[in-house]
């Protein structure tokens, strides 16, 4: 009984290889829908559509417990898929999201509540990250950029280039224009960790970036102590399988990227 792990492309390798550095023992699928990826720029009913479709598979596939390893799906489809579904799919199992694990940090990092988010259009969209913000650290002021090159930036392979530096530092010149009081700043996509030492160039030295992998692996951590209930289904063999709804090939090749060493994946076919 694995542990699954979704995102809509890629960017969620990046979780994925965080938790299995903090918890090597357990077993994990890796399903991507790369085939209908991004989903930033998607409505909220369609994402929540393909996202429930994933976590059913999933669930089929034996996973009591899955991760929205993705900004957009924890935003547009969690909730309703808390809410809604799982009474009716199984009440047993669990359905967990990456932006409240984020969101739980802020204020311990933050010396004078101002925050910033970069994140693809469909996640800043949605508010959810000054809503969740709200809800536990209400006098925590956040501004929010919405960064659409920066997914296709790592997913060609270019965010090492030059032409790269153009885009990043105009996102963060608009973010700092807005508040210059900003002393922290959340990566609020998967994929931005790729751009980590492009964004430490062009931020100043006394900004703060949180990027999520290690977040996620330590909230999960501490989610299966105090739920030792769900711990005991989990198996604990050390594998990983990693399934696409895009080319085997193509996978592979991407993953690569992401990941520094290369993986075999299977390909499922979209419901």
């Known amino acids: 009984m694995p542990i ?6 890629y960017g969620g390798l990046t979780i994925l290889n965080k938790i299995r550095e903090a918890m090597p023992e ?3 699928i890796y399903y991507g829908d790369n085939a209908r990826a991004p989903y930033g720029g998607r409505s909220f ?3 929540y559509q393909f996202t429930l479709q994933a976590v ?5 596939m034996g996973c009591p417990l899955v991760i929205l390893a993705c900004n957009t799906a924890s935003a547009k489809a969690l909730r309703s898929i808390q809410q809604k579904d799982l009474p009716l799919i199984d009440p047993e199992k669990r359905v967990l999201g990456i932006i409240r694990p984020t969101v739980e940090v802020i204020d311990k990092i933050t010396k004078n509540n101002h925050v910033g988010i970069f994140g693809t259009p469909g996640t800043i ?7 969740e913000i709200a809800k536990l650290s209400p006098e925590i002021h956040v501004s929010s950029e919405a ?6 930036l790592v997913e060609n392979n270019e965010f090492e280039n030059e032409g790269a530096d153009y885009f990043i530092k105009k996102n963060i010149d608009n973010l700092m224009n807005e508040d210059s009081e900003i002393d922290t700043v959340i990566l609020g996509c998967t994929h931005y960790p790729l751009l980590f030492s492009k964004i430490r160039e062009y931020l100043p030295d006394n900004v703060n970036i949180i990027s999520q992998g290690d977040i996620v692996a330590e909230s999960l ?3 299966l102590k105090r739920h030792p209930e769900m711990d005991n289904r989990l198996s604990k063999n050390g594998e990983c399988r990693f399934y696409t709804t895009e080319s085997e090939d193509k996978f592979r090749e991407m993953a690569s990227v992401f990941l520094n060493h290369d993986v075999d994946a299977k390909h499922l076919s979209v419901e």
């Open 26 to 28: 357990y077993d994990y």
């Open 221 to 223: 951590k501490d989610y």
């Open 56 to 60: 059913k598979r999933l669930f089929e």
């Open 4 to 9: 699954g792990v979704f995102d809509s492309g």
């Open 147 to 152: 960064c659409p090159m920066w997914v296709p």
């Open 45 to 47: 009913e369609v994402v």
């Open 125 to 131: 969209a949605s508010n959810s990250y000054p809503l």
